[in-house]
């Protein structure tokens, strides 16, 4: 059975800094793996599918690496702002079913 | 585009009351699946759907039934509602699920407690 793990629960900065969200998998035969975002209250939003052939993907600020064979993977978020707050979500594509992370609750203080 | 679409939003169900949650979507994607959000338990699959007419169970099943009569819609039933079904509901749908699995597109979710 997959199992995903997010560290930290959560995470607390100053504007600008940048920052790494660690996401790690028990089981490397993944398909894909993406990562989300959660606003209070609401839906999940996609950022970045990194496809189990690929190393990383990026986009603006965000950068997502993965290491099938370590089963990590990571989300770097570059001169973070107050609007980046939210919580951030990892989930791997095994099987039929895609298997998520408890998330990591970013705090950007201005 | 509209997305993927569920509704109600909120709903407030008494003890032993039916319900369906509808959610549709309008991308032609085969894969449909359903999750419910607990805090501390995170997302976990209830059901799931690789196609109309194909549904199978998830991680945590119980209380609840799918059908896909359509490739757009996949409503979600529960039974006989029970309190530990107070939840936050999402449903999901990506192209396919597997080797040429594509990115998943998720509703705004349905709030439902059970009183």
């Known amino acids: 059975k997959q199992e995903v793990t997010q560290i930290p629960a959560a995470l607390s900065v100053p504007e600008g800094e940048n920052l790494v969200l660690n996401c790690s998998f028990t089981d490397s035969a993944i398909y894909n793996l993406q990562w989300f975002r959660q606003d209070p209250g609401k839906g999940l939003t996609s950022l970045l599918l990194?496809?189990?052939?690929?190393r990383e993907q990026t986009s603006g600020r965000l950068n997502a690496s993965l290491d099938k064979s370590s089963g990590r993977s990571t989300l770097y978020i570059a001169a973070s702002q107050p609007g980046d707050s939210a919580t951030y979500l990892c989930a791997a594509y095994s099987g039929s079913r895609l298997t998520f992370g408890e998330g990591t609750q970013l705090t950007v203080n201005p | 585009n509209a997305g993927v679409t569920q509704t109600p939003k909120f709903q407030v169900l008494k003890t032993g009351q039916s319900m369906t949650l509808q959610c549709a979507q309008d991308m032609n994607h085969e894969y449909m699946s359903w999750y419910r959000q607990d805090p501390g338990m995170g997302l976990r699959l209830i059901h799931y759907?690789?196609?109309?007419?194909?549904?199978d169970q998830g991680e945590v099943p119980n209380g609840y039934n799918v059908s896909r009569s359509t490739t757009e819609d996949f409503p979600l039933r529960l039974l006989s509602a029970a309190p530990s079904q107070t939840s936050v509901y999402f449903c999901?749908?990506?192209?396919?699920?597997?080797?040429?699995?594509?990115?998943?597109?998720f509703g705004q979710g349905t709030r439902l407690t059970v009183v």
């Open positions: 759907s690789v196609g109309a007419g194909i549904t």
């Open positions: 990194i496809q189990s052939s690929q």
């Open positions: 999901a749908s990506s192209y396919s699920i597997g080797k040429m699995n594509t990115e998943a597109f």
